[in-house]
């Protein structure tokens, strides 16, 4: 595995998550089943290969069961775009046209990452919709997502969103 599939909190020695790792780690051989907040659809060939023994063989089954909501504590206000304009916007698009993309609750990106990714979405010419985490756990970057897309040549609010939340499924 490369350094850069690596969690960037696992890298930070004695971070809350890199702790937690390595203590609760080596226990999961004993659990009778895993809970991922997923679905088959999108990770079928990762769920396959880590339910096939090809990834870690003492892993007990891994049970996809998202994806979830996030939890009351997790909700935040969407100070950027009402979901009601989202979904709208979401409506108006030819079936099939816009490419969803999203790391997760728990995956913060740097400004850099943020700029290199935003860069290739515009550039590749396709609608998308991008929600991004930026505040990594303890700390919030400078400038924010939006403010970094509305910079970038080529990227409209017609032909792509940038949210910081969506809660639409």
């Known amino acids: 595995m490369s350094i850069s599939s690596v969690p960037p909190l ?6 809350l998550f890199a702790n937690i790792f390595m203590q609760d780690g080596p226990k999961l051989p004993r659990f009778n089943g ?18 096939g023994g090809k990834v870690i063989e ?3 089954p891994l049970f ?12 935040v206000d ?24 999203s790391f997760g609750s728990r995956t913060a990106l740097s400004r850099d990452q943020i700029k290199e990714l935003g860069d290739g979405l ?3 010419g396709f609608r998308f919709l991008w929600v991004v985490k930026e ?4 700390r919030e970057e400078e400038e924010g997502s939006l403010e970094i897309m509305e910079k970038m040549e080529g990227w409209t609010k017609e032909t792509s969103w940038v949210t ?6």
């Not at 696992?10 to 971070?15: A, K």
């Not at 100070?79 to 490419?99: I, R």
């Open 10 to 15: 696992l890298l930070t020695p004695n971070s």
């Open 34 to 51: 895993i809970l991922i907040n997923t679905f088959d659809g999108i990770e079928t060939e990762a769920v396959e290969l880590l339910n």
């Open 58 to 60: 003492a892993l007990p």
């Open 64 to 75: 996809t069961v998202g994806p979830l909501v996030p939890c009351e504590f997790e909700k």
């Open 78 to 101: 969407d100070d950027q775009l009402g979901n009601a304009q989202l979904l709208k916007w979401l409506d108006d698009q030819a079936e099939g046209s816009v490419v969803y993309v």
């Open 122 to 124: 515009v550039r590749c």
């Open 135 to 138: 505040k990594l756990v303890d």
């Open 164 to 169: 910081r939340q969506w809660e639409g499924f």
